[in-house]
């Protein structure tokens, strides 16, 4: 899928998965019992169709139960922290009744698992698990009616508990997977609905499970792609511009005959010195002097947003209702406010990193994509070679929300490769990833909002730059409505993309700070007036378990502040309360705590589901009140993490999570929705602490003393 | 040119030839191939690299080869011993005090040299010495909590 299209679907909110490519697939495969599945159809459950081994057939996931009775997982999805790892393994080990610990998980390998579009938008577990439960229960059955054969019993009488069949009135009468799987090969893809567990059958989903990868990881064994070393591989150093978007002239690399070994590459803009040893390749590229022609300067970190209204004329209703006149005229109070997001750095710790070689005619690569198919494909078009002879390799990613979705560095150390004729590893410097990390697009959002005598919203205008549609359709009940978005290519200096639940971060931050400005104008308590304007029952549910946990009435300490947002994103509905504390002399907010309610169907693991939403919480608190790129246009001016803060450990607050309990329901997202609502919740905290409304993130004590002084 | 330095790795004696201004991160990474300490930032603000050296948490890619010559280190992959988990990385898995496990053996190194210390660190004073290690995942409660009970654990020992 072209990247243009994942941006697409990643700024909305997507509703049904994508469809996937035909691949030929079974022929590799050895013994065992196979069952192959599709994630393209949300109600596979209907199946798709018979199998014939030779021809292609639609499916993208598959598992395997091997002779000896361990279990194969195979997804192109990738593991990036965001546990899919473990809950995969967890509803595969459920309905196959095996141990989890007999499940090997093998992911986004593009030579051994079968398309995947990429992971991102909080997906996975919507799209992947609904098919891998029915693929092993299709599995365990056939596993079953091989036992009856075997055991000569009929398979009603037949059950299977940790990877063995057993006759129900006779335990001792028992046959393992393993034996039923030796010499077959059974390859069937899902054809019927076989039975699924319901939740009150539940020995693994719905449990804590701690994530499978934990050991690797505080061993320092897991691998990530700067981990792979190999023979006669050279370190790339890229001689960057001071700009972005600059346009080469002239090099000058006399001064490389200092360092021996060093050798330049060159093809394009792209300027590279490559040595055995990463020091030397870092200290000759210094070395290399390019006279660079840089983009006329725009606009910078405080001009943007005028910028952006001056500049992008054009729009599209995404929603609307009623008539803004009426609405207006409905109207006791109105209240007009404009709001302000700067561009976010996804600042995983790992930066962009690859690791490849050439090998005749064909590419192996490891590098930290979130989307090993779309990077072999973008590879395969560049050195126009075809897509099998290009092989991403399975490995871990040192974080990724969002910013790993694009792979230039892939491309980057392949053409360094083929230009040396050398392997090459190619790791970003930070410097280097604070320039061509694909930016959370900083936004404006202009919000007109209208209430009544009695306190209901009347009037709603929303009109978005740059931050998309995502999780923006109303969830108040607000009879006169308009949502507007405004985009034009090319308004940004530098890369821009998906950033952990994208643009939603800054439209629930405007929204939420609205709703409280309006509520606080009516003189109606926040909680109060959300529950008053809620068309959502979901919603609403959420939003009053929140503040029961939270204790919305409970007294406030001195310069304390509660502030509530909500938030729709991947299916989840998000109700947080913030509890901060302002020192109004410094302007320094200190986080106290944040509750996080959420309706995200069933819970498949509730443990997981609960670091990730502190997860969320805590890299939320950094563009809430930290994060902002500083720039003159393609001038980063940001370089490295003293000029970039995110939460550390003094600014992360006590997290309380709860789920509301649908355990009957389909899963939805949850890697994403709760980072949407920080920003609201941590700005209207702000704000009843203090009673400075900053309507522009990040809320930084600058903002709020100025705030503060205007009154 | 370059000069041979020898120093003690995980317990093992090693000895590398180094022109001397290489950062010790580089050193251990690509010289000695131990991949376990990673390089975040360069600059010594995240803490990914974090090994110890002397008993003393310091970041590998702030220091020259030359300044590590005679010395102690250790890096995470010679915390567990004889295939066992030291307490602090069984209270990280316990915790699942990681996410995408990047920061974590900079996160380990940092709280095993926090408890040399002080042995039974308070919550503020595990923050205090954590603050600079940076985890984007958003880990740090759980990373306190892993700290206090591997702290618990151990009572002094290393």
Redesign the interface.
């Known amino acids: 899928m072209k990247s243009d299209k994942i941006t697409e679907l990643y700024f909305s909110d997507v509703d049904h998965p994508v469809t996937y490519d035909r691949r030929k697939f079974l022929k590799k495969l050895g013994s065992g019992i196979i069952i192959i599945f599709s994630l393209g159809e949300l109600s596979l459950l209907q199946g798709c169709g018979p199998v014939d081994e030779e021809d292609a057939v639609d499916f993208n996931a598959f598992l395997r139960v091997k002779e000896d009775g361990r279990v194969d997982c195979y997804t192109g999805k990738i593991e990036m922290g965001q546990g899919v790892i473990t809950s995969l393994a967890q509803v595969l080990a459920e309905e196959l009744e095996v141990p989890i610990n007999m499940v090997d998980m093998i992911m986004g390998d593009t030579d051994l698992c079968p398309y995947d579009a990429g992971t991102w938008g909080s997906l996975t577990t919507r799209f992947t698990d609904p098919p891998l439960r029915a693929a092993a229960a299709e599995a365990r059955e056939i596993l079953i009616d091989l036992a009856a054969k075997e055991l000569g019993v009929s398979d009603k009488n037949l059950e299977a508990s940790q990877g063995v069949v057993f006759v129900k009135d006779d335990k001792s009468k028992s046959v393992t997977y393993a034996a039923l799987t030796k010499g077959k090969k059974i390859v069937q893809s899902l054809s019927k609905k076989p039975p699924i567990k319901k939740s009150k059958d539940f020995d693994i989903v719905g449990k804590p499970v701690i994530s499978i990868d934990a050991e690797d990881k505080v061993t320092g064994t897991a691998q990530y792609s700067g981990d792979i070393v190999l023979p006669g591989m050279v370190h790339a150093k890229i001689v960057r511009p001071p700009a972005y978007g600059s346009k080469k002239l002239q090099v000058d690399s006399s001064g490389l005959s200092a360092f021996e070994g060093a050798e330049i590459v060159e093809e394009g803009d792209l300027v590279a010195v490559v040595h055995p040893d990463p020091e030397i390749a870092n200290k000759a590229a210094q070395k290399v002097k390019i006279e660079w022609e840089e983009p006329e300067a725009k606009a910078d970190n405080e001009t943007i947003f005028q910028y952006f209204v001056d500049n992008i004329t054009e729009s599209e209703v995404f929603e609307e209702g009623g008539s803004l006149d009426a609405g207006k005229e409905a109207s006791e109070i109105m209240v007009e406010v404009e709001y302000h997001d700067g561009y976010k750095a996804h600042a995983s710790v790992e930066t962009h990193t690859a690791t490849c070689f050439f090998e005749g005619d064909k590419l192996t690569m490891w590098a930290s994509s979130q989307t090993p198919f779309g990077t072999r494909e973008e590879l395969a078009k560049t050195f126009d070679m075809p897509l099998e002879k290009v092989h991403m390799k399975q490995i871990f990613l040192g974080g990724g929300f969002g910013g790993k979705i694009y792979n230039r560095q892939a491309v980057e150390a392949a053409k360094i490769a083929k230009l040396s004729g050398k392997p090459v590893q190619l790791a970003w410097s930070r410097r280097e990833e604070f320039m061509y990390d694909m930016f959370r697009p900083a936004a404006v959002v202009k919000n007109v909002a209208g209430v009544d005598a009695e306190g209901k919203l009347k009037l709603w205008e929303f009109d978005i730059y740059c931050a998309g549609t995502r999780g923006t359709k109303l969830f108040y009940d607000i009879p006169n409505n308009r949502t507007r978005i405004f985009n034009k290519d090319g308004i940004h200096p530098f890369g821009t993309g998906a950033w952990r639940a994208p643009g939603n971060n800054t439209t629930t931050f405007a929204r939420e700070s609205h709703i409280d400005a309006v509520a606080h104008a009516a003189g109606i308590d926040a909680l109060e007036f959300r529950l008053n304007n809620m068309k959502d029952e979901n919603m609403a549910a959420t939003l009053k378990l929140a503040a029961e946990t939270f204790e919305w009435d409970r007294e406030k300490e001195e310069g304390h502040g509660y502030g509530i947002a909500l938030g729709a994103d991947a299916g989840t509905s998000v109700a947080m309360i913030a509890e901060v504390h302002v020192d109004k002399n410094t302007g320094k907010v200190q986080p106290i705590k944040v509750v996080c309610a959420q309706d995200m169907g069933q819970v498949v693991n509730p443990h997981g589901a609960t670091v990730q939403t502190e997860g969320g919480i805590t890299m939320g608190l950094g563009y809430a009140l930290y994060e902002e790129i500083e720039f003159n246009w393609g001038q980063v001016k940001t370089r490295n993490f003293d000029g970039y803060e995110f939460a550390r450990f003094s600014s992360t607050p006590e997290i309380e999570c709860v789920f509301i309990d649908k355990m009957d329901s389909d899963p939805q997202g949850g890697g994403e929705p709760a980072i949407v609502c920080i920003g609201g919740a941590i700005a209207n905290a702000v704000f009843d602490a203090c009673g400075a409304r900053v309507n522009r993130m990040p809320v930084t004590p600058e903002r709020i003393l100025s705030a503060l002084q205007q009154g | 040119m370059k000069e041979s330095i020898s120093f003690k790795l995980n317990g093992q004696q090693v000895s590398v030839d180094v022109t001397g201004?290489?950062?010790l991160l580089?050193v251990i990474r690509?010289y000695l191939?131990?991949?376990?300490?990673?390089?975040?930032?360069?600059?010594g603000?995240?803490g990914?690299c974090t090994v110890i050296i002397d008993k003393e948490p310091v970041r590998a890619c702030m220091l020259y080869a030359e300044d590590v010559a005679g010395k102690e280190i250790l890096?995470?992959?010679g915390?567990?011993t004889e295939g066992a988990?030291h307490p602090v990385?069984k209270a990280?898995?316990?915790h699942?005090a990681?996410?995408?496990?990047?920061?974590?053996?900079g996160m380990?190194m940092n709280a095993y040299g926090l408890l040399i210390r002080n042995p039974e660190p308070t919550r503020e004073e595990?923050?205090?010495g954590?603050?600079?290690?940076?985890?984007?995942?958003?880990?740090?409660?759980?990373?306190?909590e892993a700290i206090q009970t591997a702290g618990k654990e151990m009572k002094g020992g290393m």
Do not use: W
């Open positions: 201004d290489e950062s580089t690509t191939d131990q991949t376990g300490t990673k390089y975040g930032c360069g600059m603000h995240c990914a890096t995470i992959e915390l567990a988990l990385q990280f898995v316990e699942d990681l996410q995408c496990g990047f920061c974590t053996p380990i595990i923050i205090e954590m603050e600079d290690n940076l985890c984007r995942c958003g880990s740090y409660n759980r990373i306190v």
